[in-house]
Structures are given as structure tokens and as C-alpha cells.
């Protein structure tokens, strides 16, 4: 069965303490792994798409990496406004043309000044 | 901002009604994806569209149904509400790539919160 599992659940981090969010899955032919934030009644946040194993990107203080079995958001020198919901998600081609988007449930990150 | 627009902000309806939820992709995205969340489910997939064709389902109540027109736009119907049903829906919408099938990324507008009461 496709499955993402985050862990963990809740980080609380000082500001400049940096860290590590980790997003285990099993998909059948994965085609993406993606990362958002998402803040409190907002709507996801689009930061980083992997395709393939060894992949790496970077977005100021935050970088995703990619095995065949998970993936890291490091955040490095957090802030107090890098406090979020971080989501990640696997997507599968399904049928002809189509994408399932499986999300994991996230971890909430607490930065505290 | 993402570019994708959700009308309306917030809903609130009782057991029974039916509700429609709207979503404008972002300008040249030809797919549209709805999302439910709740407190305990997390995000869930519901349905795909892709220039007004359905193209990938997932967990969608019968009660629940879709449709994306000629302008884009996309509609999801929610009928017979139940308490459970109460969530935040989200829209996405995504980049097609050359040859006619969307790319991966997914772009979210802030979403719809239902209430039923």
C-alpha cells in the first residue's frame, strides 16, 4: 500500500538550532516527492520537487534530499517565521495521464526566538 | 499568492444540503486537483482533472462529484452533508507539460472551510 510517514510529529527548535524533518514512503512508481509549508488555515506552499535518488535543492535556509526510500528537509539557522506545518508528498502515475498525490501528515515546526 | 482563486472563503450549512465549492486555476494550468483536510485525516486526494476530462480519482464519496469547464474553472459538489463532512477544501492546479499530460507541482489556493452543522 502507497504509504508517507513524517516524523516527527512536533519539532521545537531555538531560533538558529538547526535540524532535520524526515519523510519515509513506499509507492509504486514514484514519479515526485514534493515539500510545502503550510501555514495555520492557509493553503499548502509549494518549496521543492525530487525526482530521482541523490537528488538535492536548496531554497535559503531549508534544503531537501532524496533516497529510493525517504527524503530530508534540513533547515538550517531556523527563524521564529520558519514556524510551519511541513508537508510532504509522493505522487504515482495512475491510469492514463493521471497523478495520485499521496500527503504525509507533517510536522509542525516551532521556532522559538 | 499561488494564482489560484477558491470562492467562497468559508461556508456554513446543515446536515442534508448540498454545497458547490469553486476553483480558477492558475493562467495555462490545464489541471485541476481538489483536496479534503480535516484535523484527523490529514490532506486527502479526491479528484483529478485535466483540460475537462477526469483523470485520476481517490478518495471521493459518491455524495461528492466534480467537473471542470471549457473556461478551466472547476466545481466540486458536495450533496447530503454530514457532520464529518465539515473540513477545509483545497484546489490545486499544475503546469501541463508538452505532449498534454501535467507536470507533478501542485499549486494550492488558500481554500474553502465548510462547516456543517
Known amino acids: 500500500e502507497d504509504q508517507v510517514t513524517q516524523s516527527p510529529e512536533a519539532l521545537r527548535l531555538q531560533e538558529g538550532e538547526s535540524s532535520s524533518l524526515n519523510c519515509s514512503y513506499t509507492v509504486s512508481g514514484l514519479r515526485g516527492l514534493f515539500w510545502y509549508r503550510q501555514d495555520p488555515g492557509k493553503g499548502p506552499e509549494f518549496l521543492f520537487t525530487?525526482?530521482?535518488a541523490g537528488e538535492e535543492k536548496e531554497k535559503e535556509r531549508l534544503k531537501a534530499t532524496l533516497t529510493k526510500k525517504e527524503s530530508f528537509l534540513h533547515i538550517t539557522a531556523p527563524k521564529p517565521e520558519d514556524s510551519a506545518t511541513y508537508l510532504c508528498?509522493?505522487?504515482?502515475?495512475?491510469?492514463?495521464?493521471?497523478?495520485?498525490?499521496?500527503f504525509g501528515a507533517g510536522t509542525r515546526l516551532f521556532v522559538k526566538a | 499568492d499561488s494564482g489560484v482563486t477558491q470562492t467562497p472563503k468559508h461556508l456554513i450549512t446543515a446536515t442534508g444540503q448540498r454545497v458547490t465549492l469553486r476553483c480558477s486555476p492558475r493562467s495555462g494550468d490545464l489541471s485541476v486537483y481538489w483536496y479534503q483536510q480535516s484535523l484527523d485525516q490529514g490532506l486527502q486526494f479526491l479528484i483529478q482533472?485535466?483540460?475537462?476530462?477526469?483523470?485520476a480519482k481517490g478518495n471521493i464519496l459518491e455524495r461528492f462529484s466534480a467537473q471542470q469547464f471549457p473556461d478551466l474553472h472547476s466545481e466540486l459538489n458536495l450533496s447530503s452533508l454530514e457532520l464529518g463532512d465539515s473540513a477545509l477544501y483545497f484546489c490545486a492546479s499544475s503546469v501541463p507539460r508538452a505532449g498534454g499530460i501535467s507536470t507533478d507541482t501542485q499549486y494550492f489556493g488558500p481554500g474553502t472551510r465548510l462547516t456543517v452543522l
Open positions: 482533472y485535466y483540460n475537462g476530462e477526469e483523470r
Open positions: 508528498a509522493v505522487q504515482a502515475l495512475v491510469g492514463t495521464g493521471g497523478f495520485k498525490t499521496i
Open positions: 525530487l525526482y530521482s
